[in-house]
């Protein structure tokens, strides 16, 4: 590809986002960012400082400050490389309200630009294809049942929740995502929309590529 080329992908949680845009980055040899991350990055560092997610000021004070980072696949934030707390549950709880507040989605956005300006990129989020990237060459949402998403999610292991519990917070984080005033989840406008409840993710990553190709 010789023009930078954006991909969108947008779904709920635990819809395969990040498993399948890492594949497709893979094979069509661009880079991968997971905007979630940002968010969690963020979420981590407000409750390590033990400030309240109610308490604007306090939070507003954090971002003024706050450097974010992608280096060598590992999120880091003012310096610290965060990655491995990024799953965690208090993160996962407290990452929809966190990203709910105006001034972080402004924060993030503008790190998400610049990190891929002029580059060719796959991005998956909430809000990509809407927000991040109006623009993207390439859009796509990725669907499926709350309770495969909820086992994808319980299958991953990367978590301290137990199976019920991650349903529960998916429900409640999806709610709350698509209710949001500003970067609400949704599918966009040109989107191609993708039901992959009973897909395998070698057909999810084909039907992308194939799109991709034949436009
Ligand atoms: O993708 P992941 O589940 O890690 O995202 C965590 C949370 O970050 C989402 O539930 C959502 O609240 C927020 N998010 C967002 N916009 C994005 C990506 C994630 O608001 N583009």
């Not at 040899?29 to 968010?39: K, P, V």
């Not at 294809?129 to 292991?157: M, Q």
């Not at 005033?181 to 992308?208: C, P, Q, R, S, W």
Request: proline content about 2%; some cysteine; hydrophobic content about 40%.
């Amino acid at each position: 590809m010789n023009k930078p080329v954006k991909i969108a992908i947008d779904g709920p949680a635990g819809a395969g986002k990040s498993t399948v845009a890492k594949i497709v980055a893979k094979r069509l040899n661009i880079e991968y960012l997971d905007s979630g991350a940002f968010y969690r990055g963020i979420t981590k560092i407000i409750l390590d400082s033990n400030i309240k997610i109610e308490d604007y000021n306090g939070i507003n004070t954090i971002l003024k400050d706050i450097i974010l980072d992608f280096a060598d696949g590992r999120i880091i934030v003012n310096g610290k490389d965060v990655t491995d707390h990024l799953r965690c549950k208090d993160v996962t709880l407290n990452v929809s309200p966190v990203s709910s507040i105006i001034p972080v989605r402004i924060k993030v956005n503008e790190f998400l630009n610049i990190y891929s300006k002029d580059k060719s990129i796959i991005m998956d989020g909430r809000d990509i294809g809407t927000v991040v990237f109006p623009d993207a060459e390439y859009k796509f949402y990725l669907d499926a049942a709350v309770d495969e998403r909820a086992l994808r999610r319980y299958k991953e292991k990367n978590t301290d929740m137990t199976l019920d519990s991650i349903k529960e917070s998916i429900i409640k984080r999806d709610k709350n995502d698509k209710n949001k005033k500003f970067g609400a989840l949704k599918i966009a406008d040109n989107a191609i929309y993708i039901d992959t409840t009973n897909l395998t993710l070698d057909e999810v990553v084909n039907k992308i590529i194939e799109k991709i190709k034949i436009k």
